[in-house]
C-alpha cells in the first residue's frame, strides 16, 4: 500500500508540474505580446514625435525664410516710395516755379514799365520740412 500511495502522489506532483509548466508557458507568451505592443506603441510615438519635430522645424525654417525675404523686399518698396515722393516733390516745384514765372511775365506785359521799376518782387516761402534721403536733381526750365 505504500508504494501505491507514493505512486499517487508521484503521478499527482508530475501533474501539478505540467500544469504550472503550461501556465508559465501561457504567462510567457502573453509576456512577450505585451512586449511586443509596448515595443511598437514606442515606435509609433517614436515616429509621431519626430515628425511632430521636423513639421515645426519646417515651419519655423519657413517662417524664417519669409521673413528673411520679406524683410529686403519691404525695404526696397519703401526706397521706391521714397525715390518716387523725391521725384513727385520735385516735379511739383519745378511746376510752381513755371506757373510763377508765367503769371510774373503776364504781370510785366500788363504794368507799364515805371511801375515795374518800382514794384518790389514777392518772395515766394518754400517748405523747409522736406526730408528727402535721395538727392534728386532739379528738371531744367524749359525755354518758352
Do not use: W
Request: proline residues 3%.
Amino acid at each position: 500500500m505504500a508504494s501505491s500511495n507514493l505512486e499517487s502522489q508521484l503521478q499527482s506532483a508530475q501533474k501539478n508540474i505540467l500544469f504550472l509548466q503550461q501556465e508559465h508557458a501561457n504567462t510567457l507568451k502573453g509576456l512577450h505580446a505585451e512586449i511586443r505592443r509596448l515595443q511598437q506603441h514606442c515606435t509609433d510615438l517614436t515616429y509621431e514625435l519626430t515628425m511632430k519635430t521636423s513639421d515645426q522645424a519646417d515651419r519655423a525654417s519657413r517662417n524664417s525664410n519669409s521673413v528673411d525675404t520679406s524683410v529686403p523686399a519691404l525695404a526696397g518698396v519703401v526706397h521706391l516710395n521714397k525715390k518716387n515722393a523725391s521725384e513727385m516733390t520735385a516735379n511739383h516745384i519745378y511746376l510752381e516755379d513755371s506757373l510763377e514765372d508765367e503769371a510774373n511775365s503776364n504781370r510785366k506785359q500788363s504794368i507799364p514799365t515805371s511801375a515795374r521799376r518800382n514794384a518790389k518782387k514777392p518772395k515766394r516761402k518754400r517748405s523747409t520740412s522736406r526730408n528727402n534721403d535721395f538727392s534728386v536733381a532739379k528738371p531744367k526750365k524749359k525755354c518758352k
